[in-house]
């Protein structure tokens, strides 16, 4: 099991140069901070065409090493926050009984019904799921997510009903140290950058809730950057922004489970 832990960072002084970095690279140039469902809606044609994005490819790999450690076949999964259907390739690949949507954004639900044709979708209103059955669902899963809800707690009691007692659910987003310190999750729509409003939750917060619910920890993976990530720098020539950089956390990773041995 990896037991990379989210406590206090250790590296202030190299976040807050990453906060700097941030705001001298984005906010100059007239960042718009924007709400989630509105940011989404924008970004929606064009989230798809992002290659060589170090965030989405980190995530990527944090997801597959943590879906790997659960049987999905003949399954219903819940992908909360699921934007254009980024995983739905590796997950249809596992035979799933069902997968179903859930966004708050209209435009990247229609995206992904492009993609997937017949994918069941459902646009969140609430953070209570007010229209899920309980105990509808096998699995959860989150991916980049989980910081644009405000409310974590009715959110996550929520997750927590619509699940079936057996169950699990995978959360990841970026690192909440990085977000605390002024990373933001950007893009450009037309010509104007753009800014996505975001909540800082710590890991051991959203931990808490659940373990509250009847769920324990499986795993837990973070990524920093390191040498294995050292290529995406040198490819956009910013090997002093790398270097500055070094060991901050930027994404991670959890892996919950509830189970009747638990009870």
Not at 152 to 176: G, Q, V
Request: proline share 2%; hydrophobic share 40%; aromatic share 10%.
């Amino acid at each position: 099991m990896n037991t990379l832990i989210a406590t206090t960072s250790p590296f202030n002084s190299l976040i807050s140069m990453f906060k700097k970095a941030f705001q001298k690279n984005y906010f100059s140039q007239g960042l718009k901070e924007k709400k989630t469902i509105e940011a989404y809606d924008l970004w929606a044609e064009s989230y798809d065409v992002q290659p060589g994005n170090l965030m989405l490819d980190m995530d990527d790999e944090v997801f597959a090493d943590l879906l790997s450690e659960i049987d999905i076949i003949g399954k219903q999964i819940a992908d909360i926050g699921c934007g254009t259907g980024r995983h739905w390739p590796r997950l249809l690949k596992n035979n799933p009984a069902g997968i179903t949507g859930f966004d708050v954004s209209a435009g990247m639900l229609r995206r992904l019904e492009q993609k997937f044709p017949g994918a069941k979708t459902n646009q969140i209103t609430d953070n209570r799921f007010s229209d899920v059955c309980n105990a509808t669902y096998d699995t959860i899963i989150s991916t980049l997510t989980v910081s644009h809800i405000e409310n974590m707690e009715e959110t996550l009691a929520a997750w927590s009903r619509i699940l079936k007692y057996n169950c699990d659910i995978i959360i990841t987003d970026f690192h909440p140290n990085a977000l605390a310190y002024g990373v933001r999750r950007t893009f450009q729509h037309n010509k104007d950058n753009i800014a996505i409003e975001n909540f800082v939750h710590y890991v051991y917060d959203i931990e808490g809730i659940l373990i509250n619910n009847g769920f324990r920890i499986v795993n837990k993976i973070e990524k920093r950057i390191d040498e294995s990530v050292k290529h995406y720098y040198e490819a956009k020539n910013a090997l002093a922004i790398y270097e500055k950089f070094k060991d901050a956390r930027i994404i991670y990773g959890i892996h919950l489970k509830r189970t009747d041995d638990l009870k």
